[in-house]
């Protein structure tokens, strides 16, 4: 079998607008990358003005996910039935569970979610978090779990309190992601409905650039350095 990731996430939209342009680049390559979504995102943004109401929303926001990952060359996502704003209050076993149902389906080498803090410090991120950090302890099949990262300089430099960064020295994986940039900003505009709760892409380019251009990555855990392939392919690819 081939190189593999999957993509472990909350909401629609979290495969885009930070690793939109990582998963991009691997997928050119012949990475099979899948992403595993718990809700369909029924307690975001409808839009402003508003593109549908709050009951067509979840469908809504499953089209556009769809939309996203074909955009970026990814695999149809996965997408489990968990209520938006509600994954701390499942039994974390359960869905741990369907994580590691995924991971038999797609035989990863590499685990991507989000860190323990969530990066937004979001609870549906942080529980996400957690079972996929669980699901990689308990499966010898994966080489090694990575999480989204902001560099501390960078946030200080954006001025985004709102994100919990890292301490630079903590990032192990920077990606220019120049070379996938228009394919990052079309997946991000098929979130059409979360445009007006991210303010930045309101900014002007050179500010987006700044943030949505380069990718950062913790490499949480580690058990099969020969198979991480990530290194060494974003190194050869990256920019």
Not at 105 to 134: K, M, N, R, W, Y
Not at 171 to 188: F, N, P, Y
Request: glycine share 8%; aromatic share 6%; proline share 6%.
């Amino acid at each position: 079998m081939g190189e593999c990731l999957l993509a472990v996430f909350a909401h629609p939209d979290d495969e885009t607008f930070r690793p939109g342009g990582t998963l991009a680049l691997l997928a050119r390559h012949g990475v099979g990358v899948h992403v595993l979504t718990a809700t369909r995102g029924q307690a975001g943004s409808c839009g402003d003005p508003p593109l549908c109401s709050q009951e067509e929303l979840p469908a809504v926001r499953e089209s556009e996910l769809r939309c996203a990952c074909a955009t970026l060359g990814l695999e149809p996502p996965r997408i489990l039935e968990y209520q938006d704003g509600r994954l701390s209050e499942v039994i974390s076993e359960e869905i741990t569970a369907n994580i590691l149902t995924a991971v038999t389906e797609t035989h990863p080498q590499v685990l991507l979610t989000f860190g323990p803090d969530g990066l937004s410090g979001h609870a549906d991120h942080i529980a996400i978090g957690q079972c996929a950090a669980e699901a990689y302890a308990q499966s010898n099949e994966i080489a090694a779990l990575y999480t989204l990262a902001v560099p501390r300089s960078l946030a200080e430099q954006l001025e985004m309190r709102q994100i919990h960064s890292v301490p630079d020295e903590q990032i192990t994986l920077a990606v220019d992601v120049s070379s996938a940039w228009a394919a990052k900003q079309a997946a991000m505009a098929c979130h059409m409905t979360q445009r007006s709760s991210t303010p930045l892409l309101s900014a002007p380019e050179a500010r987006q650039r700044q943030f949505f251009g380069r990718e950062f990555y913790v490499r949480a855990a580690c058990r099969l350095p020969g198979r991480d392939f990530m290194p060494k392919m974003l190194t050869e690819y990256g920019g």
